[in-house]
T-cell receptor, first 115, second 112 residues
Framework: EAQVTQNPRYLITVTGKKLTVTCSQN?????MSWYRQDPGLGLRQIYY???????DKGDVPEGYKVSRKEKRNFPLILESPSPNQTSLYFC??????????????FGPGTRLTVT | DAKTTQPPSMDCAEGRAANLPCNHS???????VYWYRQIHSQGPQYIIH???NNETNEMASLIITEDRKSSTLILPHATLRDTAVYYC?????????????FGKGTKLSVKP
């Protein structure tokens, strides 16, 4: 089954404790992206990757890092989380090179609480 | 990307057609109309897209006016599971960031 998976789905952590949220897709998509969703602000893009080893900042990149060493994985790293990073996070993937290039596929979400 | 306007909420009776409107009066010639939905904090789900012509797939139909300034998403026989926030997004196929700009959407409530 074609899917985007994220882990963990729920995480409560404390300020300053480094954490990684993993994202993996099994569709051989070259494009991957991270969003955060906050009440009243909608979904905002954090980082994106057009292909392996190619990453760039989205609209709200401060406080986050990403890496893209393999095509299927795109982890989101919070090196020193703060309470304002409490949010619902979504990973997405897509392709620009096939007949389904109009669709982006989203993961189930990771709800992060930073205390 | 062009700005879209959608009603904040709509109700629909189960089994009836749900017609969700979207205004995008500043759409450019190379911009597509996309519809996604989000069911209660789950990941957004692609529904359908179109450029000029009306489109239909297994989930829905998309009607785009001739001047392309507005469109309507039609769920032909709404079920309780269609209760969700529906987002109309106008964008070129793959812009510089590839991102989808989600507005506030329309909260559709399907009632028994």
């Amino acid at each position: 089954e074609a899917q985007v998976t994220q882990n963990p789905r729920y995480l409560i952590t404390v300020t300053g404790k480094k954490l990684t949220v993993t994202c993996s897709q099994n569709m051989n998509h070259e494009y991957m992206s991270w969003y955060r969703q906050d009440p009243g602000l909608g979904l905002r893009q954090i980082y994106y990757s057009m292909n392996v080893e190619v990453t760039d900042k989205g609209d709200v990149p401060e406080g986050y890092k990403v890496s893209r060493k393999e095509k299927r994985n795109f982890p989101l790293i919070l090196e020193s989380p703060s309470p304002n990073q409490t949010s619902l996070y979504f990973c997405a993937s897509g392709t620009r090179t096939s007949g389904r290039s109009h669709e982006q596929y989203f993961g189930p979400g990771t709800r992060l609480t930073v205390t | 990307d062009a700005k879209t306007t959608q009603p904040p909420s709509m109700d629909c009776a189960e089994g009836r057609a749900a017609n969700l409107p979207c205004n995008h009066s500043t759409i450019s010639g190379n911009e597509y109309v996309y519809w996604y939905r989000q069911i209660h904090s789950q990941g957004p789900q692609y529904i359908i897209h179109g450029l000029k012509n009306n489109e239909t797939n297994e989930m829905a139909s998309l009607i785009i006016t001739e001047d392309r300034k507005s469109s309507t998403l039609i769920l032909p026989h709404a079920t309780l599971r269609d209760t969700a926030v529906y987002y109309c997004i106008v964008r070129v196929l793959w812009g510089s960031q590839g991102n989808l700009i989600f507005g506030k959407g329309t909260k559709l409530s399907v009632k028994p």
